[in-house]
């Protein structure tokens, strides 16, 4: 996984996936994003110093730049600092901060901002900006977003006409887990579309299985695997299209495109024939932890786990997770063949200075160049830079994440509960989720989500 923000629900997604030994592929590698297994003459490698002139001359100059990436996640993004220090004699100063989300608005309001941050939500940029103290990027860092990226991502730090930041990091979250080998000795076969997914499902049933299982207990954050779900659903029973105007709210939560992705979530979380396997009966959801859900797989008490790229280090030291391996994932089906919505996450990188150097490191870490750069130094990590050479992917989940990303039949969204204002993306969206899950019907969910939109 990219290193993981500091919200509720990702610090949660942090707990328990370090566990190192994970084997991926041939490679032994460290749970998340480390430097474990890397090439380590990545960071020493020698690039191009010509994009950086037109800065001047930076030599001696330091930028500062504040993260929740923080130990041992932090040490590949480090390392991928070097190229540009040695190009241009500028220093980068790191810090991480487990409370990152909450202490970069303080120092905003303050006054008193790093150079620049990196930010996991377009929510939280937008607070950002809200404080008067964020900068515009650059003009050089909106033509390399033009040019590298898929045109939604510059949409998501746009803000009343001004473009803020690039996108850095990124996850994938339509996937679905399962295990090789069962596929291989019961006949099944990865599908294809939603209705092949469905009659995966009833064959697993009908051979006797749980072909789900499932969990949304995280704490404070308890509910948001649910709103994965509803997001990817929302992107396939309607389209992309309408994805946007719900998570803008130009249509209302309780619209019924939104009601028929939950009962389409439904016909999976709450169908007791589905679910779920070696953990309990449907409400047993609400009490399985996200972390645990998955493990079942491995035991053989479940064929199925929906569950984002970063999941592979819940697995236990010594499982090895590769397409012939323990475990592996496929990509949630679209509608049909031909279409292929894609849910994520990811980051930003958001300047509070416009100083030569900054603009320079905001520069490199735009490019081409930085992300194969950190792609090398990294296990764990993609991003949606279309300058990647998925070569330099490190393990086979990073592979399939990288894949899917720069698919250009792929219609990209960013997760829409982390768009949403916070009183329903991090709160009622989460606690109805749970609600649903545990017996609530789901016009009284929508609608009880609605109400909590802020006026």
Known sequence: MFGQPTSPRFRAALAGTLSAGLVFGLAACGGGDSD???????????????????????????????????????????????PFEQCTGATIKYEGDKSF????????????????????????????????????????????????????????????????????????????????????????????TLDELKALSDKIVADGGKPWCAGIASGDATGWPVTDWVEDMVLRTSSPETYDKWVSHEIPFNAPEISTAFDAVGGYLKNDAYVNGGLGDVKSIATTTFQDAGLKILEGQCSLHRQASFYAANFEKGTKVAEDGDVFAFYLPGKDANTKPVLGAGEFVVAFADRPEVKAFQTYLSSDVWANTKAKLSSGWVTANKGLDQANLTNPIDKLAGGILLDPNATFRFDGSDMMPAAVGSDAFWKQSTAWITGQDTKTTVDNIEKAWPK
């Open 36 to 82: 474990s297994g890397s090439d380590t003459d990545a960071s020493a490698a020698a690039i191009d110093c010509a994009p950086y002139t037109k800065f001047g001359d930076i030599k001696g100059k330091t930028v500062t730049i504040y993260t929740g990436i923080v130990t041992p996640e932090d040490t590949p993004h480090i390392e991928s600092y070097k």
């Open 101 to 192: 989300e909450t202490q970069v608005l303080v120092r905003a309001r303050a006054g008193n901002p790093p150079d620049l941050a990196i930010v996991p939500q377009p929510g939280l940029v937008k607070q950002l900006v809200s404080t008067g103290k964020a900068v515009a990027a650059p003009q050089e860092v909106s033509d390399n977003v033009d040019k590298f990226w898929d045109k939604a991502w510059k949409g998501y730090t746009t803000i009343d006409g001004k473009f803020y930041g690039a996108p850095l990091g990124a996850s994938v979250k339509s996937l679905v887990w399962y295990s090789p080998s069962e596929f291989k000795d019961k006949g099944y076969t990865v599908p294809t």
